[in-house]
């Protein structure tokens, strides 16, 4: 697996770095939010896996933890950039604050398909903590609730990444860095497994 790694874009060390200020940035804002309930944190399987259990175990005030799946391609295997909820979540989150946590925000419309689906639900805010953004492939805006505010750990460029939780065919999720996958093994994996829809360009 190692070998498929072109080059490291962030090193464990410098992800978990960025992960505790991102905390810090949440432990701060919801110290001065007088909530009632403890907030939400929903986790978009199966990308944000691996930032979710980084993120949660720094945050100091008391939460709740639920996960929620996001489909784009019916029976088919390309994405048809109209994303359904394949699984739900097991809370209620009406009058709750929620923190939707994605490992990467692309185009925007896993995210803003999920807003819309929890605003629906009463959320009182929704805010995102996604591990990266790529502003640049944008095709819908990201629309907050309430107070909810945008985290983002790093803006990543346009190419192709890997690791921390991120898969190309559904492998490399388990490398503890983010990294960029060799031409070469791009192709392999691309000619052994079906065409599915990536979350980053090449
Ligand atoms: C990836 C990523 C985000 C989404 C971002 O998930 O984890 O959830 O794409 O893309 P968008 O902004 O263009 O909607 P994917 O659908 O690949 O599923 P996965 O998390 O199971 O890998
Ligand atoms: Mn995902
Ligand atoms: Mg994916």
């Known amino acids: 697996m190692e070998d498929d790694i072109e080059s490291v874009v962030w090193s464990s060390g410098q992800i ?3 992960v505790s200020e991102l905390a810090t940035e949440l432990n701060y804002d919801f110290s001065i939010e007088s909530t009632s309930s403890s907030p ?3 986790g978009v399987a199966t990308g944000a896996f691996v930032f979710l259990s980084d993120l949660v175990r720094r945050i100091s005030f008391p939460i709740s933890v639920d996960l929620i799946r996001v489909s784009s391609y019916g029976f088919g295997t390309l994405s048809n950039g109209n994303p359904s909820i394949s699984s739900d979540l097991k809370l209620d989150v009406s009058a709750k604050h929620v923190v939707l946590v994605e490992d990467i925000v692309d185009t ?3 995210l803003s398909r999920l807003i819309e689906h929890l605003k ?5 805010s929704i805010s995102v903590c996604t591990f990266l953004d790529k502003p640049s492939r944008r095709k819908t805006v990201v629309k907050l609730v309430g107070k909810g505010k ?3 750990g790093f803006e990543c460029p346009g190419y192709f990444v890997v690791g921390y939780g991120m898969d190309f065919a559904e492998r490399y999720r388990n490398l503890p860095y983010v990294g960029v996958l060799k031409p070469g093994c791009y192709q392999e994996v691309s000619e052994e497994l079906p065409k599915k829809k990536m979350h980053t360009s090449i």
């Open 16 to 18: 978990s770095d960025r």
């Open 40 to 42: 939400v944190f929903v």
């Open 108 to 110: 925007g419309n896993t």
């Open 120 to 124: 629906s639900k009463g959320a009182s």
């Open 150 to 152: 945008f985290y983002r």
